[in-house]
């Protein structure tokens, strides 16, 4: 036993045994066990949160005790509470009074640490605790409570690449998809923020908002207080803990880019999305979506089309194909029992597997993949390029799923992009940038935060090869009549969706020039080399420089 606590229990007994001599000694020699020890075993029983244990101390029942020790977890968010026992002094034959020193881990503010004391009597013959709202804190009484007040700092901003501010509401309507906005806190929000959070706080609601909530709202300025029995007088401050502000979150956007692309598909009679990344760092430059409500620049899940093929043509570059390799083209194709055949039904016989990219030749690429590839190779270049990669942008985003071909007919409709393959735009961005780069780099919009995934390097050979099959879709391909700028690489898509004999088609483009990578789809837009082609063209003519 420490030394201290030896002087107090043997002065408690020192001066009950004078009491004792002066008429006494009824209570001390017919009274089983000690003051001490009631109060330590309380006290051992309040840090462990066990409530009939600490019941069995009391002199009898105790009106109000279970909601006075429940009030520092439900008003305060205390997580654990730690009690240690002071000095048990006497204050007559059967009364004593025990000091303690309480520490209550408060979520999300802090340790808070008082004193405060037990009040002790001789019934039948045990020491009890004489139980008042006091024992919990010596400012409660039977008609006060505890209570959190709490004071937030001025949120703080959600800035693009350059520092602007763009929560303001002013940045466009895809921009403010990205950002989310700020809501009324609900009881269901308070339960998974914290206690520092009351309803009807200002919370984020969507987007960054939501996502980095804690970071941009900072932390509140908190104190403890007593409060009449409405609990909504403050009658006492008991302690208080200061707050910080809330830090910036800084995304990637380029204003300049953004501008581009929203002035790109902004006319465009169908829904159409665009985003651009830079391929050097995997940063997200624009993204905007021509109609509002879902977010199809990162939530979509399109077939691909022929956007794919340029993942077809990396597995098939790496197997010892070349741009000059003597490939056919013809009029329909069968693989595994799927009939397959091309665009308008187009045919250009004997030709270099370039200009079978250039041209987007359905009936080359099937049966090259189901030589060549399989699945599992396909599968694996595809990983290295995007897909099936779990994404970490700082907003709700979907991952492109390329799901293990049943068969040869599923694995040759995979090698241009239909069966069962989804992806976003986003996503398609990134299949370009990493052919820009020579590395697919997970797509970030904060670039603060940390990747899930590393970057992915693509097998050296191939990425000079792919660059010239991208430029001569741009130069003599699908796309040569969109009116792209020179520098422009890229690869068409037409992806058909639906059922019946005749099926629609999302239109796609993606490419890349200097350090910007893009993808641009036009839901239900038909072919990809008119319609989404062009609006690239647009995107790329309005950048600065």
């Given at each position: ?103 209550m881990t408060l979520k999300d503010v802090g340790a808070w640490t008082y004193t405060g ?39 703080a901003a959600i800035e693009d690449a350059s520092g602007g501010r763009i929560d303001t ?23 998974r923020l914290g206690s520092a959070y009351r309803p009807s706080d200002p919370v984020g ?341």
């Amino acid at each position: 036993m420490p030394r201290g606590r030896t002087i107090a229990i043997t002065s408690a007994v020192t001066v009950l045994a004078v009491g004792a001599a002066a008429g006494g000694a009824y209570y001390v020699l017919h009274t089983r066990g000690s003051a001490e020890q009631t109060a330590s075993h309380f006290a051992a029983a309040w840090s462990r949160g066990d409530l009939a244990a600490m019941k069995a101390d009391l002199t009898g029942p105790a009106p109000g005790f279970d909601a006075a020790y429940a009030e520092p977890v439900r008003q305060l968010g205390a997580e654990k509470v730690a009690i240690r026992l002071g000095t048990v002094t006497p204050a007559g034959d059967d009364r004593a009074k025990a000091a303690y020193t309480a520490t209550m881990t408060l979520k999300d503010v802090g340790a808070w640490t008082y004193t405060g004391s037990l009040d002790l009597v001789v019934k039948d013959h045990h020491w009890k605790v004489a139980w008042t709202p006091a024992a919990v804190h010596p400012a409660l009484t039977a008609g006060s409570h505890l209570a959190l007040k709490t004071t937030w700092p001025q949120r703080a901003a959600i800035e693009d690449a350059s520092g602007g501010r763009i929560d303001t509401g002013e940045a466009g309507g895809s921009v403010q998809q990205l950002v989310g906005y700020l809501d009324k806190a609900t009881a269901k929000d308070v339960t998974r923020l914290g206690s520092a959070y009351r309803p009807s706080d200002p919370v984020g609601r969507g987007g960054l908002q939501e996502t980095f909530q804690k970071r941009l709202a900072g932390t509140p300025t908190s104190a403890i207080v007593v409060t009449d029995a409405s609990g909504k007088k403050s009658l006492r401050t008991l302690q208080t803990f200061e707050g910080s502000p809330g830090s910036p979150v800084r995304t990637s956007l380029d204003p300049a880019v953004q501008r581009a692309a929203v002035e790109a598909v902004r006319d465009l009679s169908k829904p159409a999305s665009l985003v651009a990344v830079r391929p050097s760092t995997g940063e997200i430059l624009a993204v905007v979506n021509n109609r509002g409500g879902f977010n199809r620049a990162l939530d979509g899940r399109y077939p691909p089309g022929s956007t794919f093929k340029t993942i077809t043509a990396a597995g098939l570059l790496a197997e010892g194909l070349t741009p000059d390799s003597k490939v056919t083209c013809p009029k329909t194709a069968n693989v595994g029992g799927l009939s397959i055949r091309n665009s308008d039904h187009e045919a250009f016989g004997s030709l270099s597997f370039l200009d079978s990219y250039a041209h987007s030749c359905n009936t080359t690429f099937a049966p090259l993949a189901a030589q060549h590839l399989g699945g599992g190779k396909l599968r694996e270049i595809a990983t290295k390029m995007g897909f099936n990669q779990p994404l970490s942008i700082g907003v709700p985003a979907a991952k492109a799923s390329l799901p293990e071909p049943a068969g040869d007919a599923e694995l040759a409709a995979e090698s241009f992009g239909q069966a069962r393959i989804t992806a976003s735009p986003l996503v398609i961005a990134t299949v370009a940038a990493a052919v820009a780069d020579g590395t697919w780099r997970p797509p970030t919009l904060v670039p603060s935060i940390k990747q899930k995934v590393q970057p992915q390097p693509l097998p050296e050979t191939v990425v000079p090869q792919l660059r010239s099959m991208m430029a001569a879709v741009v130069t003599k391909g699908t796309a040569a009549r969109a009116g792209l700028p020179k520098g422009t690489a890229g690869k068409t898509g037409t992806a058909e969706f639906g059922t019946g004999p005749e099926l629609d088609s999302h239109a796609w483009f993606m490419g890349y020039r200097g350090d910007v990578a893009f993808a641009v789809v036009v839901e239900g837009g038909g072919m990809g080399g008119k319609v989404a082609a062009p609006a690239a063209a647009r995107f790329l003519r309005a950048l600065p420089g």
